[in-house]
Nanobody
Framework: QVQLVESGGGLVQAGGSLGLSCAAS????????MGWYRQAPGKQRELVATITSGGSTSYADSVKGRFAISRDNAKNAVYLQMNSLKPEDTAVYYC?????????WGQGTQVTVSS
């Protein structure tokens, strides 16, 4: 049974930085895509960033140049470094790991950016 555990959310002022972590327990295989999504109140969940097992990354236009996704394959972990945060980045952030068999989601961590 694979479980994803997230950490690192919190409250930060606009312009500040936060780092999120997500670690998977159990086997997720060598070929997978890791990603971060977010959901603001009253809005649909949206893609923030993804990184493949080969290290290719993609970002939502709204976070390009401010956020950076990375992964540690040995630890089955994915990270999201968020810089120059804006109030509109406020949301619950979820990590997701997509293997060849299944999608796994974390429980979510709240990020609040005050103006």
């Amino acid at each position: 049974q694979v479980q994803l555990v997230e950490s690192g959310g919190g409250l930060v002022q606009a312009g500040g930085s936060l780092g999120l972590s997500c670690a998977a327990s159990g086997s997720i295989g060598s070929f997978n895509t890791m990603g971060w999504y977010r959901q603001a109140p009253g809005k649909q969940r949206e893609l923030v960033a993804t990184i493949t097992s080969g290290g290719s990354t993609s970002y939502a236009d709204s976070v390009k140049g401010r956020f950076a996704i990375s992964r540690d394959n040995a630890k089955n972990a994915v990270y999201l470094q968020m810089n120059s945060l804006k109030p509109e980045d406020t949301a619950v952030y979820y990590c997701r790991i997509t293997t060849i068999f299944k999608n796994y989601w974390g429980q979510g961590t709240q990020v609040t950016v005050s103006s």
